[in-house]
């Protein structure tokens, strides 16, 4: 099956986004053994959408649009893609009651022009789109395809994992299933060397990317079916586990603070937290896990040297060794499990810039962590970008949390 | 002039990295007073890149490639330009002794393959790439402009600035000038029905679009020079801050966490906040902000309801009015401000989900505010989705807390 990918709005050829929709769906077409051979970007312009969707609907067998599904004037897809179908467009009787029960949710009066997010064809199929007004259209007719998705990535992905994967994955005769391996404290080229022996296999295929959450590795099979493609995954997998051990701290879509608390839930141990350079980011990111509440009993954040000692940090700490040092990221550690009785409190202090503080560089980051009485120190310099400086300083925390927990 | 990008690379159509190169493209051509009007990526494939260029010959005055310069056997931009043109490849003898000291400073002799970068033909002007060693080819033939650039963003971004953009502002007559307004509280289709008696406007154009912090209104003018840009411009944006008045919060590169600090700043009063849904991600937000330390005194984040108590707000709130509830965000606020010793409290607690809590449907968010003293309560239903409620609470929190430094 030849797929097209067209994405349709000003704005991308604005450049005011990048266009992030079309290369997750490239990504996702192999899992569903598709081929894709063209992507292109397209304004709300009548006469160019006519002649590219005209174009893709001669040549390709399945045609995938994204963008142009709103309510506003320039929002035309729906209008090109009837008039390329030949077909006229009626409102959905249904569809207008499920959007006026969306908007009176939300203690709105539906706005006259979200109507024509209700209007389909005679060929038209109505998509589901829970995270938004538009709903979809997956239009089937003289042996092709075509889907439109809207625009806003979260709808689209929705969209497409929930509804459009599962119906091609039926009509599909290949195909790919993959797996990450998550690594952290290993660079990407140490990890290449060591997966060397297996990095020329041609299926599975394995490759390496750098991710802002460490290293991946992408372990990838084709084959008739899901079952067919696992096992000659499996050994594959038995030989990467061999290779990297603990280093992999996770799969898919597995995240550190998943990680780190389904191994806290497991133990049956309790997490507090007092920031001051991540500002609050810490606790939202181990916030992020669902379920977190049950281990977590609370955090700090103390941007304020006074806020510190106020609660519960030595001011005498503070005043020894400075306010952005390894004794007072520990001193906050402690005070932070003392005052939420938590098995394990972690402090982190430092600078995240654009400025130096208290004649430290901007980038400096201390991290404590007390794990029952037992203390730990980090410490790492990093490049003064303030919001790279928070997200870096927060991944730390969670690794170094991780091996205490492992050990 | 009419403009067409065209990115190379069958990574591309995997989805394995997404196309940057042509957003940032997109978005220098407008300052140039170019016009974009299709943009595509195509695969490493001769008979599909021939196709795609031979149309772009066609309908564009002006064609830019990017990727597919490299000493590969995948790489054929060359050779499918020299096609596209009728043109014999010839080696240009000097490109090879600059391709061979660059190899010879980094101590290293230059492979027999890198030859085919030196390659151009009778229309092609080299163009220097001292990042890397694939020279651009410059095309100016049957009124038409071709230009190739290299892939790595680093390489093509200089290539740009450098070297192209000079050449093609000399050729340009216009530019565009625009200014982006963010708007918050006001959905989509209320927006574009407020501002449509403007957005028939065809210079300047007015679009509007949703974002994760709202809607923004782009207000976009075209003219000979900045200064003429800027004067068809004012008149609308004194009708768009007529219309839309403190709907407006910021323009271009504002956010609303420096918005909300630049009036905290201003009027001299601190911050501080006790969240439990949010986990920590309002305090986050708000330090996000460079200078915040100046007016963020600190924040808690009392995930469990002894820890609310602990912190000072009083059991008989709770247990009257559940812990979700208007009530118990009211005295978390005022708890926060008393703690930190703040002007003004921040209390936010409700259920981030995914499963509901104390009887309450996940997405239900209480927020309350203490403004010395002075207090209000905002509650929002939001879909269910754990890392969005998350972030649209607080956006609502700081969006409230604007109105009231406005008032």
């Known amino acids: 099956m030849k797929a097209e990918i067209i994405s349709i709005g000003t704005e991308l050829l604005l ?4 266009d992030t929709n079309a290369s997750y769906l490239a990504s996702q077409l192999p899992l569903l053994g598709i081929d894709l051979n063209w992507v292109s970007q397209v304004g709300d312009n009548h006469a160019r959408l006519v002649e590219v969707l005209r174009r893709a609907w001669d040549r390709s067998d399945l045609i995938i649009t994204g963008g142009g599904l709103g309510p506003t004037e320039d929002d035309i897809t729906r209008e090109v893609v009837a008039e390329l179908l030949g077909e006229e467009m009626i409102l959905d009787q249904t569809l207008v009651s499920e959007m006026e029960q969306m908007f009176l949710k939300r203690g709105w009066k539906m ?6 997010q209700a209007m389909v064809t005679s060929s038209v199929t109505s998509v589901p789109n829970p995270y938004g007004t538009a709903p979809g259209w997956w239009v089937e007719k003289d042996g092709r395809m075509l889907v439109t998705l809207p625009g806003p990535p979260r709808e689209l992905h929705r969209m497409w994992t929930q509804e459009i994967a ?8 290949s195909i790919l299933v993959s797996r990450v391996f998550k690594l952290l404290t290993l660079g990407e080229a140490t990890v290449d060397e060591m997966a060397s022996p297996l990095l020329s296999s041609t299926n599975p295929t394995i490759g390496v990317y750098a991710k802002f959450d460490g290293i991946h590795l992408r372990l990838a099979a084709k ?3 899901e079952q067919a493609a696992l096992d000659l995954m499996a050994p594959f997998e038995q030989q990467l586990r061999d290779i990297f051990g603990t280093n992999i701290w996770g799969t898919d879509d597995d995240t550190l603070e998943s990680a780190v608390g389904g191994m806290l839930t497991e133990k049956g141990l309790s997490l507090a937290t007092m920031e001051s350079c991540t500002g609050g980011l810490l606790a939202s990111t181990i916030t992020d896990a669902p379920g977190s509440s049950a281990y977590f ?19 005498a700490v503070i005043e020894k060794h400075g306010v952005i040092s390894a004794e007072t990221a520990l001193a906050m550690a402690t005070a932070a499990r003392d005052r939420f009785g938590a098995d394990i409190g972690i402090g982190v202090t430092g600078v995240a810039g654009p400025d130096g503080l208290d004649g430290k560089d901007a980038g400096t980051v201390h991290i404590g962590i007390d794990y029952q009485g037992s203390k730990k120190n980090v410490f790492i ?4 970008r303030r919001i790279e400086v928070k997200r870096r300083a927060v991944l730390l925390a969670l690794a170094e949390l991780r091996k205490l927990l492992i050990a």
Do not use: M
């Open 15 to 18: 450049g005011e986004i990048p």
């Open 111 to 116: 706005p006259e022009r979200n109507l024509k």
């Open 166 to 173: 599962p119906r091609l994955r039926k009509k599909s005769t």
């Open 223 to 225: 084959a008739a079916n």
């Open 297 to 315: 009993k609370g955090g700090l954040v103390t941007y304020a040297t006074q806020s510190k000692i106020d609660s519960g940090v030595d001011p």
């Open 381 to 384: 310099n990093l490049p003064p």
